[in-house]
């Protein structure tokens, strides 16, 4: 393949008659110029088509890479939204757990105070029975006494 230089160093022979160059050495010389230029231009042609394909292949993957960037955002978002939503449910169901503790301690102190009350209540009647069944007995013993006397 001809360079730059080898067409600039070029030196035709001069013809025999006049001060021209010989056509043939000329002609032989724009062939090879011809051929050369004519697979640099097939060469530069495929060049620019795989340039062109890879421009196209560059561009279609970073379509990818777009959408998947959308993705992984549109997925970080959902993460995050349902994160928020998890933390919400999770802080009512701590508050509501509270609430339920709350009142069911409630419920405990009252059921724990009614059953005071009610042991209460049964230790004033077991007095009382006492009372009743010592008089009773007191009363029992006062007449087997007296029969006694008589």
Same mark, same amino acid.
């Given at each position: 393949m001809l360079t730059p230089l080898d067409i600039d160093n070029k030196t035709f022979?001069?013809?025999k008659i006049g001060?021209? /160059?010989d056509i043939n050495d000329v002609e032989d010389f724009l062939v090879k110029v011809m051929d050369d230029y004519e697979s640099l231009f097939k060469e530069n042609a495929e060049l620019k088509d795989k340039v062109n394909n890879m421009q196209e292949s560059v561009k279609y993957y970073k379509s990818i890479e777009e959408g998947i960037n959308k993705t992984i955002e549109n997925a970080q978002s959902q993460a995050d939204n349902?994160?928020?939503?998890?933390m919400r449910e999770a802080e009512s169901i701590r508050?509501?757990?509270e609430a339920d503790s709350k009142?069911?301690?409630e419920n405990l102190k009252q059921e724990i105070t009614k059953a005071e009350s009610e042991l209460e209540d049964k230790r004033k009647q077991m007095?009382? /029975?006492k009372i009743r069944v010592s008089s009773m007995l007191q009363a029992q013993l006062n007449i087997i006494n007296d029969d006694r006397d008589v």
């Open positions: 022979k001069k013809t001060n021209g /160059y349902i994160k928020e939503v998890a508050k509501e757990a009142n069911a301690l007095q009382i /029975y």
